[in-house]
């Protein structure tokens, strides 16, 4: 049963701390994205990465690290220079460019 | 280098028709379109590779005009089912970049 996995779905931390999302898909894709969505302002893109070990940054990339060791695997990292955290967060993969994405349930930090 | 969606939100009675516009300012390679219900992931409807084509998908339909940088939804005799958030996403031209951009989102919110 392939697809695209984000955990937790709810994630609560203190302010200062850094905090780790994870993203694994098995659909065997090259391509992985991570958007941030906050209300009335769409999805923004944070970091994507076209192939293992290689990521470029986004629109919104500061304060945000990620990292792409293995081809499943595209975690985000939401550090203490994020100014204002709090955020439902898309990962998304897909196969090449010119192709459909598909995307994770999304994963809700609460930053207190 | 997000591209710019039109109008920020639409209501509509069942069975009346919509227009969503999406413009980039950046050349296109194709044009992805996705609809959003709250809280859950965005899901794709349709994608429009260059060459100014058409496509539909029951009654939504979507065209593409390379040229002017362009995208059009049309929804055609809407159903309750259709509200939802609708995002255009974009492959812009830049070799092998698979950068995938989205727009800001047009609410769609169909009455009875």
């Known amino acids: 049963d392939g697809g695209i996995t984000q955990s937790p779905k709810y994630l609560f931390r203190k302010e200062g701390q850094n905090v780790t999302l994870s993203c694994e898909q098995n659909?065997?894709?090259?391509?992985m994205y991570w958007y941030r969505q906050d209300p009335g302002q769409g999805l923004r893109l944070i970091y994507y990465?076209?192939?293992?070990?290689?990521?470029q940054k986004g629109d919104i990339a500061e304060g945000y690290s990620v990292s792409r060791e293995k081809k499943e695997s595209f975690p985000l990292t939401v550090t203490s220079a994020q100014k204002n955290p709090t955020a439902f967060y898309l990962c998304?993969?897909?196969?090449?460019?010119?192709?459909?994405?598909?995307f994770g349930q999304g994963t809700r930090l609460t930053v207190v | 280098q997000q591209p710019v969606q039109s109008p920020q939100a639409v209501i509509l009675r069942e069975g009346e028709d919509a227009v969503i516009n999406c413009s980039s300012s950046?050349?296109?390679?194709?044009v992805h379109w996705y609809r959003q219900k709250h809280g859950e992931a965005p899901v794709f409807l349709m994608i429009?590779?260059?060459?100014?084509e058409q496509k539909g998908h029951d009654k939504i339909s979507a065209s593409f005009n390379e040229k002017k940088q362009q995208s059009s939804l049309y929804l055609t005799a809407s159903q309750l089912s259709y509200s939802g958030t609708y995002f255009c996403?974009?492959?812009?031209?830049?070799?092998?970049?698979?950068?995938?951009?989205f727009g800001s989102g047009t609410q769609l919110t169909v009455l009875p």
């Open positions: 990465s076209q192939i293992v070990n290689d990521f």
């Open positions: 659909l065997n894709h090259d391509a």
């Open positions: 996403g974009t492959d812009i031209s830049s070799g092998s970049a698979r950068q995938l951009t």
């Open positions: 950046k050349a296109l390679y194709s």
């Open positions: 429009l590779l260059k060459g100014g």
């Open positions: 998304a993969s897909r196969l090449r460019k010119n192709t459909e994405a598909f």
